[in-house]
């Protein structure tokens, strides 16, 4: 079991938004920690999605945003395309655990 | 921009000690970030292993701290990882990667993956 929880899949059609949650504590998302996404293509490394919560690495297109309330965050696409299907993570760091955390991670279909 | 690629047997017999590189290009390995090791067991997600910085400071999760040990060779520009008694457990692909100074920096780049599988 993760630290920060993720829904396992998602599914959207072509153009559509979607939106991935990833749910933690007050040891970490809830204690000011910043998250952060990546998204894994299959037998790839993964790569930085989404930084401090809300900003896009450059080349990252305006599509991808993220948002913080409480012990939660988000992660929307807009105007889904073939190659967002994915697995899509959120990381962050546990003062509990004194360690950087991963959430299970969100298997992403485009129908 | 800064590479990254890991080395190292792709087979550790049980009870063994798991031993992998992470040669760093394109960047030096002395400057202000630090190196970290994480894994991804088959089909299932990260697992955060070990960071260190150039001067030798380092954090270890505490769930492997005990099997882990991290190191850094600035003359080589890599640093390396050793995990002790390996079990079928311990089978995953291991990558390097970078991340910034502080506890909410993200990892911005990392190594491509090593498949490392436990088995006799």
């Known amino acids: 079991q993760s630290v920060l929880t993720q829904p396992p899949s998602m599914s959207g059609a072509p153009g559509q938004r979607v939106t991935f949650s990833c749910s933690g504590s007050?040891?970490?998302?809830?204690?000011?920690?910043?998250v952060h996404w990546y998204k894994q293509l299959p037998g790839t490394a993964p790569k930085l999605l989404i930084y401090?919560?809300?900003n896009r690495p450059s080349g990252v297109p305006d599509r991808f945003s993220g948002s913080k309330s409480g012990t939660s965050v988000s992660l929307a696409i807009t105007g889904l395309q073939a190659d967002d299907e994915a697995d899509y993570y959120c990381?962050?760091?546990?003062?509990?655990?004194?360690?950087?955390?991963f959430g299970g991670g969100t298997k992403l279909t485009v129908l | 921009q800064v590479e990254l690629q890991e080395s190292g047997p792709g087979l550790v017999k049980p009870s063994e000690t798991l031993s992998l590189n992470c040669a760093v290009s394109?960047?030096?390995?002395?400057?202000?970030?630090?190196w970290a090791w994480i894994r991804q067991s088959p089909g299932k997600g990260l697992e955060w292993i070990a960071s260190?910085?150039?001067?030798?400071?380092?954090y270890y999760n505490p769930s492997l701290r005990s099997r882990v040990t991290i190191s850094v060779d600035t003359s080589k520009n890599q640093f390396s990882l050793k995990l002790t008694s390996v079990t079928a457990a311990d089978t995953a692909v291991y990558y390097c990667?970078?991340?910034?100074?502080?506890?909410?920096?993200?990892?911005?780049?990392w190594g491509q993956g090593t498949l490392v599988t436990v088995s006799s």
């Open positions: 394109r960047y030096s390995i002395i400057n202000t970030f630090y």
């Open positions: 260190i910085y150039h001067t030798g400071r380092l």
């Open positions: 007050s040891s970490n998302i809830g204690a000011g920690y910043d």
């Open positions: 401090g919560n809300n």
């Open positions: 990667a970078r991340i910034a100074v502080g506890a909410t920096t993200p990892f911005d780049f």
């Open positions: 990381q962050s760091y546990d003062s509990d655990l004194s360690a950087w955390v």
